[in-house]
């Protein structure tokens, strides 16, 4: 256990569902964020919030929207993906943004 | 070109062997991760490396920081089952007050009892 708890751990859609994965941390960090691990590729980083705030949005298409209410939560919103947004979806959380970052165990999602 | 270089790719060794692991940044290092993830889920924090020639170590896994080749290594001792997974190393490019690491594509681990 992490401290970082991720729901649900797999999920399927279709393309033209909404859904949303959620993230929370226990660890009374300040800055969490969103990655995007895919077959064969680096980890890729899709989103951080620093105390609430988001600091960065890496080129992420719209159809990925991501929601912090407060410091412990994290949610990113789904809609209309397609079949090659189908990968591992992690949460971290961070006590300040430059130190070591602590992972969920991730959700993988599969569109169809 | 990929900005942070691990190798090898995959490892196959026998329990007992040691193992290294080398990670090389094109860019200037200002921190190094090493983390350590079972298929399919989370990464797990192993350790972190901040100046030149730091070096640390936990239970019998030990990462060295080389600053002016911009490289770390992470050696195994007398490798266990229980060590095997993807191993992926996380740079900070960017110094204080950044919080975007750039990953590299992993080493996969494999140890036959």
């Known amino acids: 256990e992490t401290g970082v708890t991720q729901t649900p751990r797999h999920l399927v859609m279709g393309m033209t569902n909404k859904k949303s994965l959620k993230c929370e941390q226990h660890l009374g960090h300040n800055a969490m964020y969103w990655y995007k691990q895919s077959a064969k590729k680096p980890l890729e980083l899709m989103f951080v919030y620093s105390l609430e705030e988001r600091v960065e949005n890496n080129s992420v298409p719209s159809r990925f929207s991501p929601e912090c209410p407060n410091s412990s939560h994290l949610f990113l919103h789904l809609h209309t993906l397609q079949p090659e947004d189908s990968a591992l979806y992690l949460c971290?959380?961070?006590?300040?943004?430059?130190?070591?970052?602590?992972f969920g165990p991730g959700t993988r999602l599969t569109v169809l | 070109s990929q900005e942070l270089e691990q190798s090898p790719q995959s490892l196959i060794v026998q329990e007992g062997k040691n193992l290294t692991i080398n990670c090389t940044s094109s860019k200037t290092l200002y921190g190094l991760y090493w983390y350590k993830q079972k298929y399919g889920e989370g990464l797990i924090f192993l350790m972190m490396l901040q100046k030149g020639g730091e070096e640390k170590s936990h239970e019998k896994i030990t990462a060295k920081l080389d600053e002016k080749k911009q490289q770390s290594s992470l050696h195994i001792t007398a490798s266990q089952p229980s060590h095997a997974g993807i191993y992926l190393c996380?740079?900070?490019?960017?110094?204080?007050?950044?919080?975007?690491?750039?990953f590299g594509k992993g080493t996969k681990l494999s140890v036959i009892p």
């Open positions: 971290a959380s961070s006590q300040e943004t430059h130190n070591e970052q602590f």
């Open positions: 996380g740079a900070d490019n960017h110094g204080a007050g950044s919080y975007q690491l750039t």
